[in-house]
């Protein structure tokens, strides 16, 4: 299952609302899993479900989408959300990741 | 507290081989599946292969037949014997332990910090 992300980048500054898009080449019901991933570090899981929120991750980070369609949305952009996200597609082997979307400091 | 530290990432010439080991604390690796993930310079994310707390194995296509991941449970370790390795190898490979949800256990929930394979002659 091909996963595709977009944009692949994104400027954005602090208080701004991101949405980043994934879409799936065929259904895979709300399999789907959002990362956060910073320089040097390995990813953070931030939602599973398409929509639930990881323990402990802010209730800024929202999802949603079922089928080919998902969202994942920053709500009031901080600092420290300046990253890489990727979604993934937990449904069929092979497992595969979206190509990324870099939040940028505008 | 959970934590994943890989080790082994070496420079290596095409057709070497290397292993690549991942040791936990904080759970047990037999009772969990565990993942090799790996990440090109500057790309994104591969799936390479998977062990299930049964013991049964799953790998990407891109390494079938020369990849083989283990666990050795008094060392609460999983492993990736890499064989045959070719410039199209080099990544930083993460182990991962994964997250069961409803409907499915292929969510990934911990992550290690990665251990660099370059691969060149």
């Known amino acids: 299952i091909q996963m595709t992300q977009s944009p692949s980048s994104v400027s954005a500054s602090v208080g701004d609302r991101v949405t980043i898009t994934c879409r799936a080449s065929q259904g895979i019901s709300n399999l789907l899993a959002w990362y956060q991933q910073k320089p040097g570090k390995g990813p953070e899981l931030l939602i599973y479900g398409a929509s639930s929120l990881q323990s402990g991750v802010p209730s800024r980070f929202s999802g949603s989408g079922s089928g080919t369609d998902f969202t994942l949305t920053i709500n009031n952009l901080q600092p420290e959300d300046f990253a890489t996200y990727f979604c993934q597609q937990a449904n069929t082997f092979p497992l595969t990741f979206g190509g990324g979307t870099k939040v940028e400091i505008k | 507290e959970v934590q994943l530290v890989e080790s082994g990432g070496d420079l290596v010439q095409p057709g070497e081989s290397l292993r690549l080991s991942c040791a936990a604390s904080?759970?047990?690796?037999?009772?969990?599946?565990m993942s090799w993930v790996r990440q090109a310079p500057g790309k994104g994310l591969e799936w390479v292969s998977l062990?299930?707390?049964?013991?049964?194995?799953f790998y990407a296509d891109s390494v079938k037949g020369r990849f083989t991941i283990s666990r050795d449970n008094s060392k609460n370790t999983v492993s990736l014997h890499m064989d045959n390795l070719r410039a199209e190898d080099t990544a930083i490979y993460y182990c991962?332990?994964?997250?069961?949800?409803?409907?499915?256990?292929?969510?990934?929930?911990?992550w290690g910090q990665g251990t660099l394979v370059a691969v060149s002659s």
């Open positions: 904080g759970f047990i690796i037999s009772s969990n599946y």
């Open positions: 991962a332990r994964h997250y069961c949800n409803v409907g499915t256990c292929y969510y990934f929930e911990s």
């Open positions: 062990i299930y707390s049964g013991g049964t194995t």
